[in-house]
């Protein structure tokens, strides 16, 4: 492993004795691992991270209901996806290349400062009851744009925050608190909406991201690393990412084992489905809920005892057994035929989740090199964002084909078969360690 472009920033220098941590007894050895909350900058970073985190969710949830309540089509909601994702996509990738050849923290500050502004222009248009989809696709188009500018930027930074031995730990406060903004933000949004109405929503988003650029404003410099070669962000250095991963194993099989996990193994499009049908008895209300809401509450509930895994040194191994534990688990789920053996297999599932997105996200930042980060973070970005929405057709497709259960156990089961598959036949997952 290259460490040379690994250097923290001032800030991170103060290590523990041990790699990974001191000595921990008793319940703390299984509560969450917050040693790199002792580094400022990561600290600001991470506070930023838990505004944005329920704010952001209030604006997801806000442009869906207003553009249902616009249309009354739900095939228009699914339309205004397709509109944040592609402009989502194609930016993650240039924004990567981007943050590879700039100070991140001037361009986490400028992407900040267009999601805020977007936020706004949210919030005019709704309090002026323009009441129009086009404005509203336009808008959610750039915001995802800044958006897929901002991520990898904020993703590559956090190696130059804290040091190696805590990116594991780092990840998992860093996915808690996301995981949780996810179960929180949607609910908060319900409750306020009746209360304070639809376009508030947007404005409270937008008040939030300006905490977020106070955050951000106060982070050190991160410019590039000193030995960096000067370049332009184009299609060239876009590509130039794609052939590092094919060449260093590690980082292109973690990307697989993501791939793997969601595509073949997210059955959330059959989610309505299992509610009216398998477990219309519980209400079908009650049932959908709960089955949206198990994995992201596994998820967090993972992340809050973190502890006892992410100390772990063999991250490669930490991987493949989260992606096989997440197989295991979703092919459970299929064969329940209670519902809350379905959510307890479910949330198992959102705890093996979240062991996989902390040690995938630990190997891209400890493997690749710092003037590859960027680049490295953008394609995750893509990949965690599009793997769930090809499952979704996927099992959409297989589901009304062969009866949703089947689909749901098949593809767990194939998960399972996958990753054993590849990590069998491809050894640089299973030796790699930090």
Known sequence: ????????????????????GPDRRGWRRWAMDTRPLRRPAYRRLWSSTIVT???????????????YDITGSSAWVGYAGLAGLVPMVL????????????????????????????????????VSGLDSVAVLMVLLAAQQAFFG??????????????????????????????QTGL??????????????????????????????????????ALPPSASATVRR??????????????????????FLADVIAMVFGMPRALFPQLAAETYASYGEGLALGLLFAAIPVGAVLGGLFSGTFSRAGRHG????????????????????????????????AGVADMVSMVFRGAILLSAATDEMRGRMQGVFTVVVAGGPRLADVLHGTVGAAFGPRAAVVGGGLLVVALMLGLATAVPALRRYRI
């Open 149 to 178: 500018l901002n991520s990898p930027a904020r993703n590559a930074s956090i190696a130059r925050l804290v040091p190696a031995g805590e990116l594991a730990a780092a990840n998992a406060l860093g996915s808690t608190v996301m």
């Open 53 to 67: 985190a329920v704010g952001s969710q209030l604006t997801a949830v806000a442009v869906p209901k207003q553009i």
């Open 91 to 126: 930016f993650a990738l240039w924004g990567g290349a981007v943050a590879d050849t700039v100070d991140r923290r001037k361009l986490l500050l400028v992407t900040n400062s267009g999601i805020a502004v977007t936020s706004v222009l949210f919030w005019l248009q709704a």
């Open 233 to 254: 962000a184009g299609v060239r250095e876009i590509a130039a990412g794609f052939r590092y991963i094919s060449l260093h194993k590690v980082l292109l099989l973690s």
């Open 1 to 20: 492993m290259d460490t040379s472009e690994s250097t923290p920033a001032p800030e991170a220098e103060e290590t523990d004795p041990s790699p990974h």
């Open 183 to 220: 179960v929180a933000g949607p609910l908060l949004a319900g409750a306020l909406i009746p209360v304070i109405g639809l376009p508030e929503l947007y404005l409270l988003d937008a008040i939030a991201l300006c905490v977020t650029l106070w955050a951000v404003f106060r982070l050190p």
């Open 317 to 348: 191994w930490m991987v493949i057994g989260a992606v096989v534990a997440w197989g295991v688990s979703i092919a459970g789920f299929g064969l329940s035929g209670s519902l809350w053996l379905a959510v307890a297999f479910l949330a198992c």
